[in-house]
T-cell receptor, first 113, second 117 residues
Framework: AQTVTQSQPEMSVQEAETVTLSCTYD???????LFWYKQPPSRQMILVIRQEAYKQQNATENRFSVNFQKAAKSFSLKISDSQLGDAAMYFC??????????FGTGTSLTVIP | DTGVSQNPRHKITKRGQNVTFRCDPISEHNRLYWYRQTLGQGPEFLTY????????KSRLLSDRFSAERPKGSFSTLEIQRTEQGDSAMYLC???????????????FGPGTRLLVL
């Protein structure tokens, strides 16, 4: 079975601080993609960052970076210098090549001013 | 082109009625996906199209659900004889389908929120 687990239903971070959201997944595939999406309240899902499983180098996008541990099947998201606009539900998603997404249950991030 | 669009954004219907939702993908994206999202959960895959061909359907997609993409552009999702359990957000996404990570990335629409009374 291909499942994605986000063990932190809620997280909070002080503005300008750093927070890490965890994600683990289960798969027998060797080639796949991993994504983090952000869903602000009542707004649409937005791509935050993407990682190809065959790349050892961790992806980074400005203040967002991942810690991808393929052997451990772990894919955490680090948000540096947190901003109020980062408050949202964050979903980790696993994508076997050319197939459907498998999403976790999400982590609700609160940014405290 | 400003992204994936979905209509209507909200729909309230009575149990037993039929509803139809529309999704317009990003231009030239040949893959189109439908997901359902209930409160507090991540999106769950329903079905996907490669151009006009429906290539995969989830077991979540009961006989009351049908999806079409007749010309390989926009898609419709119809739910017949709606039930209260169908209340959810229905999300559409598209991807280019080209090889590589950019081609695999799915871009989501704003969703259609359905409430069945």
């Amino acid at each position: 079975a291909q499942t994605v687990t986000q063990s932190q239903p809620e997280m909070s971070v002080q503005e300008a601080e750093t927070v890490t959201l965890s994600c683990t997944y289960d798969t027998s595939e060797s080639d796949y993609y991993l994504f983090w999406y952000k869903q602000p309240p009542s707004r649409q899902m937005i791509l935050v960052i993407r990682q190809e499983a065959y790349k050892q180098q961790n992806a980074t996008e400005n203040r967002f970076s991942v810690n991808f541990q393929k052997a451990a099947k772990s894919f955490s998201l680090k948000i540096s210098d947190s901003q109020l606009g980062d408050a949202a539900m964050y979903f980790c998603a696993y994508l076997p090549t050319g197939n459907q997404f498998y999403f976790g249950t999400g982590t609700s991030l609160t940014v405290i001013p | 082109d400003t992204g994936v669009s979905q209509n209507p954004r909200h729909k309230i219907t009575k149990r037993g009625q039929n509803v139809t939702f529309r999704c317009d993908p990003i231009s030239e994206h040949n893959r189109l996906y439908w997901y359902r999202q209930t409160l507090g959960q991540g999106p769950e895959f329903l079905t996907y199209f490669q151009n006009e061909a429906q290539l995969e359907k989830s077991r979540l997609l009961s006989d009351r659900f049908s999806a079409e993409r007749p010309k390989g552009s926009f898609s419709t999702l119809e739910i017949q004889r709606t039930e209260q359990g169908d209340s959810a957000m229905y999300l559409c996404a598209s991807s280019s389908g080209l090889a590589g990570p950019h081609g695999e990335t799915q871009y989501f629409g704003p969703g259609t929120r359905l409430l069945v009374l």
